[in-house]
């Protein structure tokens, strides 16, 4: 008694490749338009790119394989749907549609062996919900190896663009000039065929051995020519006028490029691993982490955002600008921080100068050292211009610098708080209240100079006056 498992995964095999290719679709334009409708397990991951529709198709398709019959492999179909998605859009009609379109994409059953009694000339008909199973037919995979190279996460990728299984794979070098590589193609069932060392010489063999695949071949519906030589196009042609589907597959910079010869389709597979973007909550915690550890190593407040999206890259992998993109449409980097005044301060002294990064810390941290006129020169200089101004601790020695000078030749220790704006404005160049602004501190020049602990500030009959403290 024949085997039914057995049967079914090879006269099927198309079915399942399209049922597994319609899930994976689905899955897109769901996290497209209600991403609510994924499990929350799943609703991060990206579904869109070539490396998870492969390994998704893949893994469905190898779990229809092993099904006895059509119901058990629809039983495995809504058992991986009701995996992934929400138990209230399993149960909602948008559902019932894909599951009846699930349903006119699987197999019919094999009708029962009829009587020795009963003779019948015509094929069973089939009926409105059992369609008549698709034509038996093999895929053919052509590899120049010498000039593109295959790795089996790339073949996965393959699989799941055919409509039929690939069962012949055929490799063209000069072996001897491969080192093991025979030994592995051999390994991975692929057929090798040694040409002499030369130049084209793998192409012509393969364009030579393919002109007349069909012929040896004659279930081959669908064929793989894995070349970037353009100058197989001939036996693409070729094989496209025999009637066979070709997909011609190539290499990219970092990306494999297959193209549907007779729908003119072109599908991408990436060979770059790309690290999962995480939600924007876990960015916010990655970053702080960043600028926390930049600041104990530098020992300064302020940190450069090149310098974060520099470190971001070499400890997450992923550039910064792209990740904060993903999650804001439309958005630059530093945009990440002023969404999150909470967690971050950002400062950007001029419109030439670059943006700098702080943490917004709700404690307080200790006092900075007391800088009056006499320590002034055994700390660290004013700032001498307003690019030199890039901290709240530069800003504060520019304001002290400023107090002691209007105050050194005057028999009174204090100055009015519009002199000292004044004369700012005429060293820096810039308004005091649009420095404080750029800082993003949300407060008046009365309230950060009452924040400096190396300046004192009084209310007097005639106003604030401002002196060393």
């Not at 630059?332 to 100068?353: A, G, M, N």
């Not at 700032?383 to 901290?391: A, E, G, K, Q, V």
Request: proline content about 6%.
């Amino acid at each position: 008694m024949p085997d039914r498992t057995s049967e079914l995964a090879t006269q099927e095999s198309p079915a399942f490749s399209a049922i597994s290719r319609y899930i994976a679709q689905t899955l897109i334009t769901v996290q497209e338009q209600h991403p609510e409708w994924i499990a929350e397990k799943y609703r991060n991951t990206p579904w869109a790119k070539p490396t998870f529709q492969s390994v998704l198709i893949g893994k469905l398709t190898k779990s229809f394989r092993v099904a006895s019959d059509t119901d058990s492999l629809l039983l495995t179909a809504k058992k991986y749907l009701q995996i992934l998605l929400v138990p209230e859009f399993v149960n909602s009609p948008q559902f019932s549609k894909l599951w009846a379109k699930i349903q006119q994409l699987a197999p019919s059953q094999t009708a029962p062996a009829k009587s020795q009694n009963s003779v019948s000339s015509e094929p069973p008909t089939p009926t409105a919900n059992q369609p008549a199973p698709l034509p038996l037919g093999i895929a053919i995979l052509l590899l120049d190896v010498e000039n593109l190279q295959l790795t089996i996460e790339t073949e996965k990728f393959l699989e799941g663009i055919c409509h039929y299984p690939i069962q012949i794979k055929v490799a063209f070098a000069n072996w001897r000039s491969m080192g093991k590589k025979d030994a592995e193609f051999h390994q991975r069932g692929y057929q090798l065929i040694h040409v002499p060392p030369g130049k084209d010489s793998a192409d012509l063999k393969m364009a030579t051995v393919g002109a007349s695949i069909f012929v040896h071949y004659p279930t081959a519906k669908e064929i793989f020519v894995c070349s970037s030589d353009r100058a197989l196009t001939h036996l693409s042609n070729t094989l496209q006028a025999h009637g066979l589907t070709v997909f011609q597959v190539r290499k990219q910079i970092d990306k494999i490029i297959v193209l549907n010869s007779q729908t003119g389709q072109v599908e991408t597979h990436s060979l770059v691993t790309i690290p999962e973007i995480t939600p924007v909550e876990q960015l916010v915690i990655q970053l702080k982490e960043l600028i926390k550890k930049e600041q104990q190593r530098a020992s300064t407040q302020w940190i450069a955002l090149s310098t974060i999206s520099s470190l971001f890259r070499q400890n997450y992998g992923l550039v910064l600008n792209q990740v904060v993109a993903h999650h804001f449409l439309g958005t630059k980097t530093r945009d990440i921080f002023l969404k999150y005044p909470t967690d971050f301060v950002i400062h950007k002294p001029s419109e030439t100068s670059q943006t700098y990064v702080t943490l917004f810390e709700v404690k307080l941290s200790p006092p900075p050292p007391i800088l009056s006129q006499e320590n002034l020169n055994n700390h660290q200089a004013a700032p001498t211009s307003l690019t030199d101004i890039n901290s709240l601790e530069d800003l504060e020695r520019a304001l002290v610098k400023i107090v002691g000078d209007l105050t050194d030749n005057s028999p009174e220790n204090s100055v009015f708080l519009s002199n000292v704006g004044s004369e700012f404005h005429r060293q820096y160049g810039k308004q005091i209240t649009q420095i404080i602004k750029d800082f993003n501190l949300g407060r008046k020049f009365t309230k950060f100079l009452q924040s400096c602990a190396s300046l004192q500030l009084k209310k007097a009959e005639k106003g604030w006056q401002v002196s060393l403290n």
